[in-house]
């Protein structure tokens, strides 16, 4: 029954999908507008993907201009590589603004701001600390990290020359990890940015009239003066993946989903928590894909949720608890492996989890012991213990008749037992009971 359900909800789903009404998207404006989005994420392949579709909706619509709000901690060189390649082939100039005032645009982020057409930033803004770290999990040897550092610093080169921006700034942001306030950024000579706004109207204002040199050379005057301003956002699945893609997130759902598949284990049938499991981990699995994950920090944590398992199984006095949880808590602190704090799993989200799985645990041994000390209430073990009373004399040897359980059974004994009095059963032996005086 659960199953037939799940599959008509994803059949709904499905449908919803095809027919357009959970990615539907405002009918494309007719006359001059700009296209308005705001990108508040890591760079990855869905932020790429919604970054990607903007332009091209822009591109269809002969629109004056695409503006992103750009605020990152950075991302995957990939993606940036991605959006910067449909970034520069685009009909449409692109401005990038980084805000608003205390926003930053670092690593990825400072990539696509200077190979935008248009680079802007609010005031308390800044850009920068490019220097590239390893996407695999796996830590780069000398050599490895001098190549991918000096092939971003060669790229970021090669777009700072190209939008005639500060080359040296931009070398030194991927090479030195360097980053800029909106004035270092904006007084440089020549400078990194082309203006400082307040925001979008602002920006638009500063704008209006301007001449801007595409990447290929030619040159466009902006006319944004009166132009509608057409803002647009994620579809529906875009959000939820791009959700997804958060150390946090991918770490409760690897926990949650690991967690499912042990109920499932536990109680086989009852299917609503197996599939709930799997479908959390193949979310998680797909946030692992996006993020720079350390895979033995997954395999510490999948090793830390086994032993709170065998927790149940194996009489350990806690020391298989004390080991899971220092296996969770080493694994998370691990799981992500890159400098910056937006990209790694929260220490005070790693210790309710894993404190919570230990409380679960905990619990779960506890109804174990306590299952295990009680006495049977049916079968041949149910009657050893039972009291009753012997209905005639048994002497050591002899045969007699007892009544216990509310049923009249033929008993022996090894002491000599009164009729009358009260017996108490030591053992059973087909149809016979073996009983004592109490």
């Not at 095809?18 to 494309?28: C, D, K, M, T």
């Not at 801007?212 to 647009?232: C, Q």
């Not at 017996?423 to 073996?434: E, H, K, N």
Request: aromatic share 6%; proline share 5%.
């Amino acid at each position: 029954m659960h199953a037939r359900a799940a599959w008509k909800i994803a059949g709904l789903v499905a449908a919803l999908a095809s027919s357009g009404v959970l990615n539907a998207q405002p009918h494309e404006p007719d006359g001059a507008a700009i296209y308005s989005a705001e990108v508040d994420s890591i760079i990855h392949p869905v932020s790429a993907e919604y970054m990607i579709e903007t332009i091209d909706r822009a591109d269809r619509a002969g629109a004056v201009l695409v503006v992103f709000t750009l605020r990152t901690p950075g991302g995957l060189v990939d993606s940036t590589r991605q959006i910067i390649t449909r970034m520069l082939a685009a009909k449409t100039p692109v401005a990038i603004f980084v805000g608003p005032s205390g926003a930053r645009a670092a690593s990825a982020g400072f990539l696509l701001t200077i190979a935008a057409d248009v680079a802007a930033m609010a005031p308390g803004t800044h850009i920068g600390a490019a220097h590239p770290v390893s996407g695999n999990g796996e830590k780069m040897d000398e050599t490895a990290a001098k190549k991918a550092a000096e092939d971003v610093a060669a790229y970021a080169r090669a777009l700072a020359g190209r939008r005639h921006r500060n080359v040296k700034l931009a070398e030194e942001a991927v090479n030195n990890s360097r980053a800029f306030t909106d004035e270092e950024a904006r007084s440089a000579s020549p400078p990194l940015v082309d203006l400082v706004a307040s925001d979008i109207p602002d920006l638009l204002h500063q704008l209006d009239g301007r001449t801007v040199t595409r990447f290929d050379g030619t040159a466009v005057v902006l006319k944004t003066g009166g132009a509608r301003v057409i803002e647009l956002t994620m579809t529906l699945r875009q959000r939820i993946l791009s959700a997804i893609a958060h150390p946090n997130v991918a770490y409760l759902l690897l926990s949650l989903g690991t967690l499912g598949l042990t109920i499932e284990l536990w109680s086989p049938g009852a299917v609503l928590p197996g599939v709930a499991g799997g479908l959390a981990l193949l979310l998680a699995f797909f946030a692992f894909q996006i993020l720079p994950v350390n895979f033995a920090g997954v395999l510490l944590i999948l090793f830390g949720l086994t032993l709170l398992v065998l927790e149940l199984k194996v009489t350990s006095y806690g020391l298989l608890t004390v080991g899971g949880l220092a296996s969770l808590i080493f694994g998370s602190m691990i799981l992500v492996d890159s400098p910056l704090p937006e990209l790694q799993v929260s220490l005070r989200f790693v210790l309710p989890i894993a404190l919570g799985f230990a409380g679960i645990s905990a619990f779960l041994v506890r109804l174990a012991v306590a299952s295990q000390r009680l006495r049977p209430v049916t079968g041949v073990a149910a009657m050893i213990g039972e009291v009753g009373q012997a209905l005639t004399a048994i002497e050591p040897g002899g045969l007699g008749r007892v009544m216990t359980h509310g049923e009249i059974w033929t008993a022996v004994a090894p002491e000599s037992i009164a009729e009358g009095a009260r017996i108490r059963v030591t053992a059973v032996d087909g149809l016979t009971l073996t009983v004592r005086n109490t």
